[in-house]
């Protein structure tokens, strides 16, 4: 079981053997979801379920301002300065200089049109600037330059935060806390009508290169039940992350209101990998480390990104 973004690093070894020697059935996958298991147009993963990240927000605080859930940047930005007050912040997202970092920044990222491969663009540049308007204007904490996933859970659990980008694998806390009336909607996009693009999380199951066929056969049974399209259902109702056959998050989707724009999202999420495949660690780290210059000031978010560039290629 392998994290999605290291599966062609790995494959690259010959660690891993190719699934179609086994006749798995990979159909009825979405095709982002396929291809973070796939290496030089073969695939040795599957994921039985996937995760990605969408807006969770306060019901009561939104009602009580006023404010509709927002669907784009402006909204967004007009609904945190409202619903900022002594004692809590209308946004929260992680920004800490971890991966974890990056992972939150890519649905900004993405959904405007930037793109890792090259970071010092214009639409990167503006999804920066608009965590940087968050924090300037007050209507996000500086404290987001620290803080983990599960640090702005709990900033949203206790009231300090109206609204939060994080993922399923919270529902269960979030359903403990009793008085906590919340729900959940797609990122906010740069322009009304769009669809946001999120990073897909997630492990994929392989078949590793042991030396023993009979053993690989046998792993690789193990592999086919685990994606089967019934015990992937299982499996995302026990830990709420979405099944990774489109046709399955449907019915799921259906099934658990809490996971519909989760699903939704899933559907046209993209793998970190996708466009530079085992080059990713050095622009994810490139990201968050232009995140961290320019929200605390240091560096403008051209310039940090211009620096971004330049680490996620070495140069």
């Not at 039940?225 to 056959?245: G, H, I, W």
Request: hydrophobic residues 40%; proline residues 6%; aromatic residues 8%.
């Amino acid at each position: 079981m392998l994290d999605n973004p290291d599966l062609q690093q790995i494959a690259g070894t010959g660690a891993l053997t190719p699934l179609d020697e086994y006749g798995i059935d990979s159909s009825g996958f979405a095709e982002g979801i396929l291809s973070t298991g796939t290496y030089q147009r073969k695939v040795y993963g599957l994921a039985p379920t996937v995760s990605t990240v969408a807006l969770v927000y306060n019901k009561d605080m939104l009602a009580e301002a006023g404010v509709a859930v927002p669907r784009t940047w402006d909204e967004l930005k007009a609904a945190a300065a409202k619903l900022t007050r002594p004692g809590r912040y209308g946004m929260a997202v992680d920004a800490n200089a971890t991966f974890e970092g990056t992972w939150q920044f890519l649905p900004f990222l993405w959904s405007n049109g930037g793109d890792e491969k090259k970071l010092d663009t214009p639409q990167a540049a503006q999804a920066l600037q608009l965590w940087v308007d968050l924090v300037k204007s007050g209507s996000m904490s500086k404290s987001v330059l620290n803080w983990t996933q599960a640090d702005v859970h709990d900033q949203f659990v206790a009231g300090k935060a109206a609204m939060m980008v994080n993922g399923p694998w919270r529902i269960p806390a979030l359903n403990q806390a009793k008085d906590l009336h919340w729900a959940v909607a797609p990122v906010p996009v740069p322009r009304a009508g769009q669809a946001p693009v999120t990073p897909l999380g997630g492990e994929v199951w392989t078949v590793p290169q042991t030396g023993s066929k009979a053993r690989q056969e046998k792993a690789a049974r193990v592999l086919a039940c685990l994606n089967d399209s019934k015990n992937m259902l299982t499996l995302a109702e026990q830990y709420f992350t979405v099944p990774s056959r489109t046709a399955v998050a449907s019915q799921y989707a259906e099934q658990v209101p809490s996971m519909a724009a989760f699903v939704k999202s899933a559907e046209g999420a993209r793998g970190r990998t996708r466009e530079l495949g085992v080059k990713w660690p050095k622009a994810a780290t490139g990201i968050y480390t232009a995140i961290q210059s320019a929200l605390t000031g240091e560096q403008t978010p051209e310039e940090a990104l211009k620096d971004a560039q330049r680490i996620a290629t070495g140069s």
